[in-house]
């Protein structure tokens, strides 16, 4: 056998996405034609074969030439993701992939996320150094018992489960019509980026007028400010029409307009859920990263759920860029109080509208 170098390729119509392997076969003259006149070697008559195996996106192709035996398959290697190649060849990108699909993740990893990061929270020990009020204010300031809390974000999560559950089978691609081509890593992250614009967007002018309409904030909003001392299971301590507005609703819009598609919807939706439980844990812990990237956190929050800031920090759950336009932004410092942990003591407010 001769190894030799790579054969032209003719065939215009092989799937672009297989890597090709050619393989030539010697066959003696007389073994051929059962002992003819003359020894020599022929070429045998030619053939070709095409079958991607199952795992592995290789195009074999047999050849007659007498020359070289084998091709070896790096010689020609098309990309991974050229048309043509269908998911089940390529190698798993995530870990649900081949389990379930995109969709029902998109469902229902939020909601697991949430609880899973908001129990973490609830199980810390008390942690009064790193308290942003002391446990005795949670006590005497919250206004509805943990219990209630737990069943307010279920009744939440139930809502929000149907709505995503709806998007996503009216979004979905039709099943005949092939697997879907995920977006480069860039891209993605520029899609996450505008639907955390928009989803700010969102919340910030139907979070800020529902503080300014009196009907909607007595009847709807309040009940997220029964907490006053805010902790992290109550985040999306919501009434089911307010959660169903600024959240539900948000994700959707950000959704949509971003044009990412449902697995990348997946990370973005379980950071949002994240980033909002993290925001109402009422602790500054040193190291958070949420504290070090954004200047929208756990004290910036919190300044909004205090009785002299309800009028301030709308913004959620990522930037502070509309506060800041619109007049609405509030300074605080963070101070050490006597009895321990800290206090998001409010400054001089800047200039603007109210």
């Not at 070896?72 to 269908?86: D, E, N």
């Not at 219990?147 to 039709?174: C, D, H, N, R, W």
């Not at 990237?293 to 959620?316: E, M, P, R």
């Amino acid at each position: 056998m001769v190894v030799g170098e790579e054969e032209e390729d003719d065939d215009d119509d092989a799937p672009a996405s297989y890597m090709s392997l050619e393989v030539a076969f010697l066959i003696p003259a007389a073994a051929r034609d059962g002992g003819g006149e003359k020894q020599g070697r022929k070429k045998a008559p030619p053939f070709r074969f095409s079958a991607p195996p199952p795992k592995t996106p290789t195009l074999f192709r047999f050849s007659s030439d007498p020359h070289r035996v084998l091709i070896l398959p790096f010689l020609k290697i098309r990309p991974l993701f050229a048309s043509g190649l269908h998911q089940s060849h390529q190698a798993k990108m995530v870990f649900w992939e081949g389990w379930i699909s995109d969709e029902l993740m998109g469902t229902f990893s939020p909601i697991v996320v949430y609880w899973l990061y908001a129990g973490m929270y609830q199980l810390l020990p008390p942690l009064d150094q790193y308290r942003l009020h002391t446990r005795k204010e949670e006590e005497q300031k919250n206004l509805v018992p943990l219990s209630s809390v737990i069943k307010g974000v279920l009744l939440q999560q139930l809502v929000q489960a149907t709505v995503a559950g709806l998007m996503f089978l009216i979004t979905a691609k039709p099943s005949g019509e092939g697997s879907i081509i995920q977006p480069s890593l860039p891209v993605q992250l520029i899609q996450i980026m505008v639907a955390m614009l928009i989803m700010d967007t969102w919340q910030y002018f139907i979070h800020r007028y529902m503080h300014q309409n009196k009907l909607l904030y007595r009847h709807i909003h309040s009940q997220h400010h029964k907490l006053v001392v805010p902790y992290a299971i109550g985040a999306l301590y919501n009434h089911p029409l307010e959660g169903l507005l600024l959240d539900t609703f948000g994700g959707a819009i950000s959704f949509l307009i971003s044009g990412m598609t449902a697995r990348t919807a997946v990370f973005f939706f379980c950071f949002a859920v994240i980033k909002t439980v993290d925001d109402h844990c009422g602790l500054w812990l040193p190291g958070n990263i949420f504290h070090i990237i954004f200047q929208n956190n756990t004290a910036y929050h919190d300044v909004h759920h205090q009785l002299h800031g309800t009028k301030y920090n709308y913004s959620q759950p990522f930037f502070s860029i509309w506060d800041r336009l619109l007049g609405t932004y509030m300074p605080f410092s963070l101070v050490n109080r006597k009895e321990g942990g800290f206090e998001a003591r409010i400054g001089k407010r800047l200039n603007g509208m109210s």
